[in-house]
């Protein structure tokens, strides 16, 4: 496995990282709708990609626990931390929920309607790879078009069921489930035919390839409208949201590749940043909160917003990303009860980077919500 494999993958994962945050900074309006169209798919495809299927088929359960290990328990942890914190500050802080409304979502596991948390990920990401894990154990021999069939009915049965249930949000969002596990298989297929190596096919090429992918993204995008999968909202279809899933990570992975073969630093501070990608991304909701909280009735910032109605932009974008990493890097690493709940195991000092080969088989790595 070569560097610039490796590194182009670090990238593509820290970019989209930072247009998640990016995301949760601005109000919802046509550049978010675009945004969206790509920007969770990536995780998504990238752990397809990466999933080193022949490494767990022998021993799924203990792959599985693993796995449980390291989304679910920070997903118990952390929203039953936010039950808790919420009782604290409620009346003071009102999110249009009553405490007793916000402890009876989060016993349902998905939800409320339009106030459903980041947490969403982890739970997704979690139930998708498992039912990944068991189709690639007993479907890996059967014919390709076993494999294409699930990943095309797969978006459908999660809407079919969501109507089937007659409610906005299912239980465990099991259909966002099935949306992810779509991109899963892409990214599974992608590897039978290319492992993880680059995307990239020759300069010239290539150009006219992403230029091409980037037109078709922004217009099915844009068309499609915005998407927010834990929202169970997939635009005005789940199949462009699927085109645009695939379309947009390929563009970014192929980008990603030119700027870690020309700047190496670069996707250095991406691999680092990476490290702690699955805490930064459990924080930076907070940090925008609290920012919205206490300084967003200062009429000064309706002047300093990039996006008019985006309260306090320019220092939440920065502010979310700088704080969430200083936690990550400086004070979760330095406590064993915060790793086993941020991480869902406790790591004595500073976790290592990982190895070229851990990149490739660990599973870790794209699972992570970054």
Same mark, same amino acid.
């Given at each position: ?44 495809? +990238? ?6 299927? *022949? ?17 679910? @328990? ?81 978006? %459908? ?11 906005? +949000? ?33 300069? %010239? ?73 699955? *805490?930064?991304? *459990?924080?930076?909701? +907070?940090?925008?909160?609290?920012? @919205? *909280?206490?300084?967003?009735?200062? %009429? ?22 700088? +704080?969430?990493? @200083? ?44």
């Amino acid at each position: 496995m070569t560097s610039k494999r490796i590194s182009w993958i670090d990238l593509t994962k820290a970019a989209a990282l930072l247009t998640v945050i990016f995301v949760h900074s601005t109000p919802r309006d046509d550049l978010t709708a675009v945004l969206t169209g790509f920007v969770l798919p990536v995780f998504f495809i +990238l752990y397809g990609v990466a999933h080193s299927s *022949e490494k767990h088929r022998d021993n799924l359960r203990q792959y599985i626990a693993g796995r449980f290990r390291a989304l679910m @328990i920070p997903y118990f942890i952390l929203t039953t931390a936010m039950v808790f914190l919420y009782l604290a500050v409620y009346p003071q802080v009102d999110v249009g929920l009553t405490p007793s409304n916000f402890v009876f979502w989060s016993l349902y596991g998905n939800g409320p309607p339009g106030r459903v948390t980041h947490l969403w990920f982890l739970r997704t990401m979690f139930f998708a790879l498992v039912l990944f894990s068991l189709l690639d154990k007993y479907l890996h021999d059967r014919p390709p078009v076993v494999r294409y069939l699930i990943l095309l009915l797969s978006p %459908a049965l999660g809407l079919w069921l969501r109507a089937a249930f007659g409610v906005s +949000l299912i239980p465990w969002s099991v259909d966002s489930v099935l949306v992810a596990l779509s991109f899963m298989m892409v990214g599974q297929e992608i590897r039978k035919h290319n492992r993880t190596g680059s995307w990239s096919i020759g300069p %010239a090429f290539d150009i006219l390839s992403v230029g091409a992918s980037l037109t078709l993204f922004v217009a099915v995008a844009w068309l499609n409208g915005y998407v927010n999968i834990g929202e169970s909202i997939y635009g005005n279809s789940v199949y462009a949201y699927l085109l645009t899933g695939v379309v947009g990570t390929y563009v970014v992975g192929v980008v990603s590749y030119y700027v870690c073969t020309r700047s190496p630093k670069i996707c250095g501070l991406a691999a680092r940043f990476n490290e702690f990608g699955q *805490e930064v991304y *459990e924080i930076h909701p +907070l940090i925008i909160q609290t920012n @919205i *909280e206490l300084f967003s009735g200062l %009429a000064i910032w309706q002047y300093l917003t990039v996006y008019p109605g985006a309260p306090l932009f320019l220092v939440n974008f920065p502010l979310a990303i700088l +704080l969430s990493w @200083i936690l990550a890097s400086r004070v979760i690493v330095r406590s064993g009860a915060l790793q086993f709940a941020f991480r869902g195991w406790r790591v004595k000092g500073k976790p290592p980077e990982p190895s070229f080969s851990e990149v490739e088989n660990n599973n870790s790595v794209p699972s992570n919500p970054n």
